[in-house]
């Protein structure tokens, strides 16, 4: 049988960086890897290698566990960080709350303690308010604290931000878990390296993303502090999340982090966001309601404009109810996408 294409790839969509491909460096490592045999499960020589590339990132107490994708990451990062009798507390937005069918509950048998986040960042005020009750058996022991960077809404939480969050959990004993599906977007975003709002801001635990950021596919689970956590390595093959061959997604952060690609790859997305949203912004009709810090635009649009251009480019409906829809851009989006696309919206919403 003849293989053969099956769809156009000069297509675009801003429906989520999920949708792009796979960044030529990392294919290219993916055949590096490829040929001959090597130990399964981890025991190869990619993986051995893949944890100096991120103690690089995140300091010499750093272990990173490769795993299939970023649910998976996080629920074995907060199942390694709680008993069955411990509480996460989270934004309301929060991916492992909305996104991840359950999957904190149902499998980590974890109860998620969620709170109003409007920007969806949660802050030391905020989490007080489930922030009690440590020795009462009639309620779930608040044991973690999950926060994402950047956030389901766009937006990014600066070192001190993340340090007061930490200063306050690790003071009652809580530990602070840390969703980096686009960790490497707001390392783009602020300008640091990504250790100075991680490890140096006190977080213990992080998924780190990769899929979004160029990867085939692949996150991992980083432990940043050894004694936050027990039994990984257990629980990640227990929740079906240990690759056989992995050596083919440790050589994909290899190729990511090893040099400047994750940075590259995260500023072009953030540049095509801010692109996309000075395109847009002040056009009659439509508001931009999230400040613009990574690779998400969200904005307000009449519901007749949003029907008719999500026919020509796909991109979700965020909020059915205020009409708020959600653009994002990746490591591929050209500024010629990003100018079809404004030149789209400007002339549906003439249209309205």
Same mark, same amino acid.
């Given at each position: 049988?003849?293989?053969?294409?099956?769809?156009?790839?000069?297509?675009?969509?801003?429906?989520?960086?999920?949708?792009?491909?796979?960044?030529?460096?990392?294919?290219?490592?993916?055949?590096?890897?490829?040929?001959?045999?090597?130990?399964?499960?981890?025991?190869?020589?990619?993986?051995?290698?893949?944890?100096?590339?991120?103690?690089?990132?995140?300091?010499?107490?750093?272990?990173?566990?490769?795993?299939?994708?970023?649910?998976?990451?996080?629920?074995?990062?907060?199942?390694?960080?709680?008993?069955?009798?411990?509480?996460?507390?989270?934004?309301?937005?929060?991916?492992?709350?909305?996104?991840?069918?359950?999957?904190?509950?149902?499998?980590?048998?974890?109860?998620?303690?969620?709170?109003?986040?409007?920007?969806?960042?949660?802050?030391?005020?905020?989490?007080?308010?489930?922030?009690?009750?440590?020795?009462?058996?009639?309620?779930?022991?608040?044991?973690?604290?999950?926060?994402?960077?950047?956030?389901?809404?766009?937006?990014?939480?600066?070192?001190?931000?993340?340090?007061?969050?930490?200063?306050?959990?690790?003071?009652?004993?809580?530990?602070?878990?840390?969703?980096?599906?686009?960790?490497?977007?707001?390392?783009?975003?602020?300008?640091?390296?990504?250790?100075?709002?991680?490890?140096?801001?006190?977080?213990?635990?992080?998924?780190?993303?990769?899929?979004?950021?160029?990867?085939?596919?692949?996150?991992?689970?980083?432990?940043?502090?050894?004694?936050?956590?027990?039994?990984?390595?257990?629980?990640?093959?227990?929740?079906?999340?240990?690759?056989?061959?992995?050596?083919?997604?440790?050589?994909?952060?290899?190729?990511?982090?090893?040099?400047?690609?994750?940075?590259?790859?995260?500023?072009?997305?953030?540049?095509?966001?801010? &692109? %996309?949203?000075?395109?847009? *912004?002040?056009?009659?009709?439509?508001?931009? +309601?999230? $400040? #613009?810090?990574?690779?998400?635009? =969200?904005?307000?649009?009449?519901?007749?404009?949003?029907? &008719? %251009?999500?026919?020509?480019? *796909?991109?979700?409906?965020?909020?059915?109810? +205020?009409? $708020? #829809?959600?653009?994002?851009?990746? =490591?591929?989006?050209?500024?010629?996408?990003?100018?079809?696309?404004?030149?789209?919206?400007?002339?549906?919403?003439?249209?309205?």
């Amino acid at each position: 049988m003849t293989l053969q294409r099956r769809h156009d790839p000069e297509s675009r969509g801003f429906a989520s960086d999920n949708y792009a491909g796979v960044h030529p460096e990392i294919l290219d490592a993916i055949a590096l890897a490829n040929g001959g045999h090597q130990i399964s499960y981890g025991e190869d020589a990619y993986t051995e290698h893949l944890q100096e590339v991120f103690r690089r990132h995140f300091g010499e107490q750093a272990t990173a566990y490769p795993v299939f994708n970023g649910t998976g990451a996080n629920v074995v990062g907060l199942q390694a960080m709680t008993e069955r009798w411990d509480a996460v507390i989270c934004a309301e937005s929060a991916h492992i709350n909305v996104d991840e069918c359950g999957a904190p509950e149902k499998v980590a048998g974890i109860k998620l303690l969620t709170l109003p986040a409007p920007d969806g960042k949660l802050t030391p005020e905020l989490i007080a308010r489930h922030a009690w009750g440590w020795g009462d058996e009639h309620r779930a022991q608040p044991r973690v604290v999950s926060i994402t960077q950047t956030t389901e809404l766009g937006t990014c939480y600066s070192p001190q931000e993340i340090a007061a969050i930490c200063e306050q959990a690790h003071r009652h004993g809580m530990k602070v878990h840390l969703d980096g599906a686009r960790l490497a977007n707001a390392a783009a975003t602020l300008g640091v390296p990504l250790r100075e709002f991680t490890t140096d801001a006190g977080v213990d635990v992080l998924s780190f993303g990769g899929t979004k950021n160029g990867m085939l596919l692949g996150e991992a689970v980083v432990v940043l502090d050894p004694g936050a956590v027990r039994g990984v390595q257990f629980l990640r093959k227990a929740a079906m999340q240990l690759a056989s061959k992995m050596r083919f997604l440790s050589v994909q952060f290899e190729a990511l982090l090893g040099g400047d690609l994750w940075l590259r790859n995260a500023a072009h997305a953030n540049a095509m966001a801010r &692109r %996309l949203a000075d395109e847009v *912004r002040g056009l009659p009709g439509l508001q931009i +309601t999230q $400040e #613009v810090q990574a690779n998400a635009v =969200f904005a307000v649009l009449p519901k007749d404009v949003t029907e &008719r %251009l999500q026919k020509r480019f *796909r991109f979700y409906t965020w909020n059915e109810h +205020t009409g $708020e #829809v959600r653009w994002m851009t990746a =490591f591929d989006t050209t500024e010629a996408d990003i100018d079809a696309f404004g030149a789209a919206v400007a002339e549906e919403l003439r249209e309205s």
